[in-house]
Structure formats: C-alpha cells, structure tokens
C-alpha cells in the first residue's frame, strides 16, 4: 500500500449526517474535491443503513471515491467488501481476526485498529498494510471509545515499529492536526472535522496546508 494514501483518510457513514444519506453523499464528494486521500464507510449504529439500502448508499460512495481515485475502504463488514469488490477493508481488536479474512483480500488494503504495543506487534505479525490508533483525543463520533492516548503514544508506537505505517485518529481538527504528525503519524482520520465542518471542502483543503 502506498502510505501517502493515509495523508487525510476521511470516515463516515449515513448515521454522522442529519439529513442521513444524500447529505453523506454530498459531502464525500466535497471532501474528495478538497483533496482527501483514502476514505472508509463505517456505516454503524442504531439509525444506520441496512440490507439493500446499505448496499446501494455503499456503491454510490465507491463510484464517487473511484471518479476522484482514491481508495474505498469498508468498516468491519467483510461480505460488503468482498461483494462490492473494495479497496480494503478496516477492522478493530473486537471484529473478525485478520488471520481469518486475509486469504480472501490478496493485493487489498488491510487495516486494523490498535490501542496497545502488544496489538501493534499482533499487527505487524499478521501482516497489515496499515493500524489505526486512537482515540489521540476525546471524540464524540465513536459511541465505545476508549480513553484517549495521547500523542506521545504515536511516537511510541513508531518507534516500536518503526515499519508500520500509523494513522491517527480521534478528536483530531485543523487545531491539533500538526501536532499529531509532529509525533510521527504517516497520516490523519477524522470524521467529524469534516463532516461537521461549514464548508466541508475548505475544511478539506485547510488540512492540506497545516
Ligand atoms: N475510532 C477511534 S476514534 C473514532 C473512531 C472511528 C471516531 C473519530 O471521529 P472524530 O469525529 O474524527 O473524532
Ligand atoms: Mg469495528
């Protein structure tokens, strides 16, 4: 995987918009505009998409990140991914282990998330092209967050492994954003910093220019 595709690796699903899925897609493609590098469907929680629906808002969001070229992740659901022929597929310590999905990804994008320095060496043992790691900072946008870690936890994790390319994410804004790859992230994700954003597009941009 190339690691510039994790510069400014945008998430998000129907569920962070109010006015849900048309809203999702409008922005997406604001946010591609601006310049976003990766992004990942996290279609999740009580008011999310399902069946059919969840299928055609996810090819709708492929084919816009397909137009700008960029890559198309999907969030934890691993039959999506496979049927939609995605990019890569992203998931956490609770989700299905990589051991068990890797044979059916080859030439994917395998991300996993990681909270500690044991799940880091996991994640280099098995192979991952990339670990999220986060909360850095308090988030409202993930209702099971853990406590946050802090920054300086990136920069231990990139010397631990120094190989493994690292995006952060968690409460990150224009604000904290220069700090963060300060202490060793090849990247930044956020949700919220764009999706809430007035301009989603600028916000977009600005992240670019920090
Ligand atoms: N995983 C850890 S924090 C988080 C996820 C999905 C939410 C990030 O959202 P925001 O709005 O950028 O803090
Ligand atoms: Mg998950």
């Not at 999907?74 to 990019?87: G, K, P, R, T």
């Not at 395998?110 to 043992?125: D, N, P, R, Y």
Request: proline residues 4%.
């Amino acid at each position: 995987m190339r690691t510039d595709y994790l510069k400014l690796y945008f998430i998000m699903g129907s569920q962070n918009f109010p006015a849900g899925e048309t809203q999702a897609l409008q922005v997406l493609e604001q946010a591609l505009q601006g310049g976003i590098t990766c992004f990942q469907l996290r279609e999740k929680g009580d008011t999310a998409l399902t069946g059919a629906a969840s299928i055609r808002f996810a090819q709708k969001c492929q084919v816009l990140c397909h137009r700008y070229q960029v890559p198309f992740i999907v969030n934890d659901n691993i039959e999506l991914a496979l049927q939609l022929d995605a990019d890569g597929i992203h998931v956490g310590q609770d989700d299905a282990a990589v051991s068990s999905f890797k044979n059916k990804f080859p030439n994917k994008i395998i991300g996993l998330s990681v909270h500690t320095l044991s799940e880091l060496e996991l994640a280099v043992q098995q192979d991952v092209n990339y670990v999220g790691i986060g909360p850095i900072f308090a988030t409202a946008s993930k209702n099971d967050a853990k406590k946050p870690c802090g920054v300086d936890f990136i920069t231990e994790a990139k010397r631990h492994c120094p190989t493994m390319p690292i995006v952060a994410i968690g409460g990150i804004t224009l604000d904290n954003a220069a700090s963060v790859l300060a202490h060793g992230a090849d990247g930044l994700s956020v949700i919220s910093a764009i999706s809430a954003a007035n301009d989603p597009q600028a916000a977009t941009r600005q992240f670019h220019h920090l």
